[in-house]
Structure formats: structure tokens, C-alpha cells
């Protein structure tokens, strides 16, 4: 049935279904995952990389998280050149505001500005859907530490912990029962790698398929860390996540 209508952005089924919408969220299911979590005094995010093949030159620079403003950072699961678009026009967004109103932008508003020009995509001919999913971390004066989740449809929602990308229905169930309300930091962490390495597909976690960033009040000041990858493989030893003998080899 699908096939009629499947073909455009722009056509409803008559189940009241946008294909081309769900085509996109299939994408995005294949990709690497990515989690979020927000604790009481920051929030962690957590991006497992696929490393295709053992020939390739692994990225020196971060491939799931990025830094949009000084108070905002985001995980991606998804076409990466899709992603890169996107985090280009949030970080002009987020400049532009500040340039006009000399504080930062609220993490909100520049969740559903940016939304706002996913949404588009689904709507006129010719266009396709962004294939990518975003995890949004940031800090504002309104509403303190925030977490949000968009699709490529444009809708996008507030989550205390959120998980997208492969395998993220059985991250969510996960999340759902280990997280606490009251969860520091630290416990975010440990949940997070926790769920990653039982949901990813590799056999063992190493600090060369993860990527851990934070964000967090350090002195009053927002702060966006991203952890090196030093510091990640002496957190899964400490966690209990892999074995130090394999990690000094």
C-alpha cells in the first residue's frame, strides 16, 4: 500500500502517514547510537562511533558531539553531511541572538528554531527530510539544566534521559528503569556507558568507540567538556566496563 505514496514528502497515506518521514527515522535506526542524560548539576552525553574499518584514520576531532554555543552542545545519530548542516545554521542562530540581545539564546528557543527548518523539509516538494537525529544539552538562566530530542520531522520534546540511533528502543527501556531523579553527575556517567555497552553492537567497549562530552557549572559559568580519550578508557576501567589488561596492551 505504501507504494503510492511513499514517493513524496508531501502526500499523506491514507493512514494518515508522511513514508518518506519514517524512511528517514529507519536511517537514522541504523546509525550509531547516542544518549543523553540530565542530572542534578550537569548533563552527559554519550555517542558510540562506528569504526567501519580497521584502515581508517579514526577522527581526531569529535564525530557525535558538538559545541553550538557556549551554553548548548548536541549528540548526532545519523547522516553525518546532514548533521553538519544543521549545527551550522544552529550556531549562526545562537550568534545572531546574541549579537541582538547581548545574553545567551534559551535553550528552547533555539531547539525549535532549528526544528522549525526541519519541519520545512517535510512540507514542500523536491525536498528531503534531514536524515538525522539530535540529542540537545544546554544551561539557561529560565529553566537550569535542559535535555531535548528532535527527529527529522521536526518535532522535537524534553527528556530526563533519551536514547537515538541503533538499538535505541531496548536503551530507552533500560534508561527507564536504572535512572533516579535525584542522579549526580558522576551516576549519570556510569549509567550511560552502562546502557551503551549493552546496547552497542561490538563486543567490547573501548575509549576508540565512544565519545563522552559533559555540560556543567563550573564557577557560575557554563562549561562543555568532551572527555579525552585517556580519561574514557580509565572511566570504563573504573566503571568495571572493560579490563585494564586489555586496555595497557
Not at 43 to 68: A, F, N, P, R
Request: a neutral charge; glycine letters at 8%; aromatic letters at 10%.
Amino acid at each position: 500500500m505504501s507504494r503510492r505514496y511513499d514517493s513524496r514528502t508531501t502526500i499523506f497515506s491514507p493512514e494518515g502517514r508522511l513514508y518518506q518521514v519514517e524512511y528517514a527515522m529507519e536511517a537514522i535506526g541504523n546509525a550509531g547510537s547516542a544518549i543523553g542524560i540530565l542530572s542534578k548539576d550537569g548533563v552527559v552525553l554519550v555517542g558510540e562511533k562506528k569504526v567501519t574499518s580497521k584502515l581508517l584514520q579514526t577522527s581526531t576531532s569529535t564525530e557525535k558531539m558538538y559545541k553550538i554555543d557556549d551554553h548548548v552542545a548536541c549528540a548526532v545519530a545519523g547522516i553525518m553531511s546532514d548533521a553538519n548542516i544543521l549545527i551550522n545554521t544552529a550556531r549562526v542562530q545562537a550568534q545572531r541572538y546574541t549579537f541582538a540581545y547581548q545574553e545567551p539564546m534559551p535553550v528552547e528557543q533555539l531547539v525549535q528554531s532549528l526544528c522549525d527548518t526541519k519541519q520545512g523539509y517535510t512540507q514542500f516538494g523536491g525536498l528531503r527530510p534531514f536524515g538525522v537525529s539530535f540529542l540537545f544539552a544546554g544551561w539557561d538562566k529560565n529553566f537550569g539544566f535542559q535535555l531535548y530530542m528532535s527527529d527529522p520531522s521536526g518535532n522535537y520534546a524534553g527528556w530526563k534521559a533519551a536514547a537515538v540511533g541503533a538499538n535505541n528502543q531496548a536503551a530507552q527501556s533500560m534508561l527507564k528503569q536504572d535512572y533516579k531523579d535525584d542522579i549526580s553527575r558522576e551516576e549519570a556517567v556510569q549509567l550511560a556507558l552502562k546502557v551503551l555497552s549493552k546496547t552497542m553492537d561490538s563486543t567490547s567497549l573501548t575509549s576508540d568507540k565512544l565519545e563522552l562530552a559533559e555540560v556543567f557549572l563550573s564557577s557560575g559559568k557554563v562549561k562543555y567538556q568532551a572527555c579525552s580519550p585517556g580519561d574514557l578508557s580509565k572511566l570504563l576501567v573504573k566503571f568495571g566496563l572493560t579490563q585494564p589488561a586489555a586496555d595497557a596492551s
